[in-house]
């Protein structure tokens, strides 16, 4: 199982990358644009785990859908996650000098460019799903819906918002915790989900499921990145680690201790398979799932 596994894992990701790449090829209509684009090539190139475009793929085709029809789903959304990280590494935001193990964008190419490349990305994302093959163009409403709701303030920005404002306060509950961490991180994870189940065409039901697995599996997911920079070291993980207590933030560490996070996360993962196994052939998203809370990077 675990090689089948990691043998499919490896075969999505290349597979994803390989269209990413060709959003961003440099025609010569926008040779002018080339630094930008060269920005954001760079950024999409520099590996990462695929976790969120993979869920939009499986989800799809174990709701009956084929990779054609998700492609440009999953590719949206993998855009939509690489902006975010190129604009939180800005000296604005979080200042990180590496991600995904290489100089991060801004330090590559200057804040300047950064900043464009990553709006350029976000329009880019969106652009990749109105152009989409195969889907009608009521689907690709749906899928821009989705989209654009965890992008916004009501999703992903919205988390990093309250994250800012959390960072001037050192009596954040538990409870704000979660609901901070379920939009800045569970947004994109939940959509993936959602994704991938709408463009296969499935029942709002099934959706609903398949957004609720992807709540859990959300939050499990920042739960384990909590630790992760506690435990881990920046040669595995490609970036600095140690900043959140650097910074004096408030994480699910420091409100949890280390032992009760990790069995947070368990607990997630738990829960989040048993909706899983509403699902038929679900048996590489039943591996992830563990994969994920037992990653180390
Ligand atoms: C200007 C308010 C404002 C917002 C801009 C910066 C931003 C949008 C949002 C930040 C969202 C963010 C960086 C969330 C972190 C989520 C997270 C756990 C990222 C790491 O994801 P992985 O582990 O990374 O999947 P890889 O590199 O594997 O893709």
């Known amino acids: 199982m675990e090689a089948k596994f990691q043998q499919h894992l490896e075969q999505l990701a290349s597979q994803i990358e390989t269209h990413l790449m060709a959003y961003v ?135 990093q918002i309250m994250d800012m404002a959390f960072e001037r306060r050192s009596d954040v509950t538990l409870e704000e915790q979660e609901a901070m961490c379920m939009a800045k991180t569970g947004a994109l994870i939940r959509a993936a989900c959602r994704l991938g189940c709408t463009a296969a065409g499935a029942s709002k039901e099934r959706t609903a499921l398949a957004d609720k697995y992807g709540a859990k599996l959300g939050l499990a997911f920042q739960i384990v990145d909590d630790i992760l920079d506690v435990t881990s070291s920046s040669d595995v993980l490609g970036k600095p680690v140690g900043s959140d207590a650097e910074e004096g933030k408030t994480t699910f560490l420091t409100l949890l201790g280390l032992k009760q996070a990790q069995e947070k996360a368990a607990d997630l993962t738990k829960e989040a398979k048993a909706l899983l196994e509403q699902f038929p052939e679900n048996a590489f998203l039943l591996a992830l799932t563990d994969e994920l809370l037992c990653r180390n990077k």
């Not at 002018?32 to 989800?59: C, D, H, N, T, W």
């Not at 999953?74 to 290489?102: Q, V, W, Y």
């Open 25 to 159: 090829r440099v025609t010569p209509e926008i040779q002018r644009q080339a630094k930008v684009m060269e920005a954001m090539q760079y950024s999409l190139e520099a590996g990462g785990k695929r976790i969120r475009p993979v869920l939009v793929l499986e989800f799809c085709r174990i709701c009956g859908g084929s990779q054609e029809q998700a492609m440009a789903a999953a590719c949206a959304l993998e855009m939509i996650h690489t902006f975010s990280l190129i604009h939180d590494d800005l000296p604005e935001m979080d200042n990180d000098d590496f991600r995904r193990g290489k100089p991060s964008c801004h330090k590559a190419f200057g804040a300047d460019v950064a900043l464009q490349a990553g709006d350029a990305m976000l329009v880019a994302a969106f652009a990749a799903l109105i152009d989409a093959p195969l889907l009608t163009a009521e689907r690709k409403l749906e899928l821009l819906h989705i989209l654009a709701e965890a992008t916004g303030a009501a999703g992903m920005i919205g988390g």
